[in-house]
DNA sequence: TTAAATTCCTGTAAGC
DNA sequence: TGCTTACAGGAATTTA
């Protein structure tokens, strides 16, 4: 079996393999794919090994188990449901700040829950989800409808922003993330507020609030987001 | 129809 | 030192 292109669709790795077969692979919170030769000990809570023609190993471990490995057409895959619609992708040049404003307008939920909502906008994690409303100076807790073209501007060149700088840095290794080499990312030093509860924040030095929404824990500035 | 709550899972850290 | 408990979170499922 060859392996030809590799994608991204949100938080889905996309690798394209014969006949329009995909290898779709999900990391949840603690998934790694993992590139290695084959006299490589085996890790703890290795779900799945493939050999590749090199003799190299594909490795994919997930302590949490909240990760999946998916097998099938795109078609197929979207038909069973076991692929979800997406929304769209921020850093897509299509997609304009009036689009978001669109989804959001008639939405009855707060800005942090709209924000991990997949079906509204693709890609989007608690860490990114905190980080953009920060840039954006917008309280997770307010509601997404409520919001101005202005401020949906803001969100949307917050959003392109935190995710555009986090890929640069190769991702934000603030639990156990590791890359196919096995190494870690760079963006977890850069963070504003993801994981910084009570410490000062960088714009006005208050101690950040955290508090809970979606069921997530939620970090922000009380003087700096409105 | 939409939104909120619950559940899965295991390592880590805090508290006693 | 060792045990218990709370917590972390993506998304499917259940409940409201």
Redesign the pocket.
């Known amino acids: 079996m060859r392996i030809g292109n590799v994608r991204r669709r949100?938080?889905?790795i996309l690798i394209e393999l014969e006949s329009d077969v995909l290898l779709v692979v999900?990391l949840?919170?603690?998934g790694q794919l993992r590139l290695v030769g084959a006299d490589a000990p085996l890790e703890?809570?290795t779900h799945a090994v493939f050999t590749l023609d090199d003799g190299r190993h594909l490795r994919y471990r997930d302590?949490?188990?909240?990760g999946r490995l998916l097998l099938g057409t795109e078609k197929a895959l979207l038909a069973s449901?076991?692929?979800?619609l997406l929304g769209p992708e921020p850093i897509d040049p299509d997609f304009v700040s009036e689009e978001l404003y669109r989804r959001f307008r008639?939405?009855?939920?707060?800005l942090k829950?709209?924000l991990?909502?997949?079906a509204t906008i693709a890609g989007v994690?608690?860490?990114y989800a905190d980080e953009s409303l920060h840039r954006a100076r917008l309280r997770p807790d307010r509601m997404?409808?409520g919001i101005s073209r202005k401020s949906a501007q803001r969100l949307h060149e917050s959003l392109r922003h935190s995710l555009q700088t986090a890929i640069a840095n190769r991702g934000s290794s603030v639990?156990t993330y590791r890359d196919a080499w096995g190494e870690i990312g760079g963006q977890q030093e850069k963070l504003m507020v993801?994981?910084r509860a009570g410490e000062p924040c960088f714009t006005c030095g208050r101690p950040l609030a955290?508090i809970?929404i979606?069921?997530?824990?939620t970090v922000f500035c009380r003087r700096c987001q409105h």
């Not at 008639?106 to 707060?110: A, F, H, I």
């Not at 979606?214 to 824990?217: C, I, V, W």
């Open positions: 949100g938080k889905y999900h949840g919170m603690t703890t809570h302590v949490r188990r909240f449901k076991k692929m979800p008639k939405r009855r939920t707060s829950a709209i991990l909502d997949q994690g608690n860490i997404a409808g639990d993801y994981g955290m809970r979606a069921g997530r824990s």
